[in-house]
């Protein structure tokens, strides 16, 4: 089992850019593919990045590749979002989500959530 806690959301301006880091329990956090999801007011939750177990292999939704960039330390048993070039629509609650399978976009994928973090992009 593995608890996730979020940090490192903030208000930020258009164009500008911030780090998210997602902090795991646990001394198996090499075991689970790491996703960062977000959810909009209104709206469902939508992928937005993975990255294997190893940190071999990431994916992102078309509407933030090229910028942003996930990564992990296994060392650190920690997972980062850094988000360059943010826009109004970035705005959202952003979780980070852990899986011990290979990580896909779908959201039942992943057993284990943080509680979010919040990212507010001013226009």
């Known amino acids: 089992q593995v608890q996730l806690v979020e940090s490192g959301g903030g208000l930020v301006q258009a164009g500008g850019s911030l780090g998210l880091s997602c902090a795991a329990s646990?001394?198996?956090?090499?075991?689970?593919?790491i996703a960062w999801f977000r959810q909009a007011p209104g709206k469902e939750r939508e992928f937005v990045a993975s990255i294997t177990r190893s940190g071999e292999f990431t994916n992102y939704a078309d509407s933030v590749k090229g910028r942003f960039t996930i990564s992990r330390d296994n060392t650190e048993n920690t997972a980062y979002l850094q988000m360059n070039s943010l826009k109004p629509e970035d705005t959202a609650v952003y979780y980070c989500?852990?899986?011990?399978?290979?990580?896909?976009?779908?959201?039942?994928?992943?057993?284990?959530w943080g509680q979010g973090t919040q990212v507010t992009v001013s226009s």
């Open positions: 646990g001394r198996t956090f090499s075991s689970y593919g």
């Open positions: 989500a852990a899986t011990r399978l290979p990580p896909t976009p779908a959201p039942p994928r992943y057993n284990y």
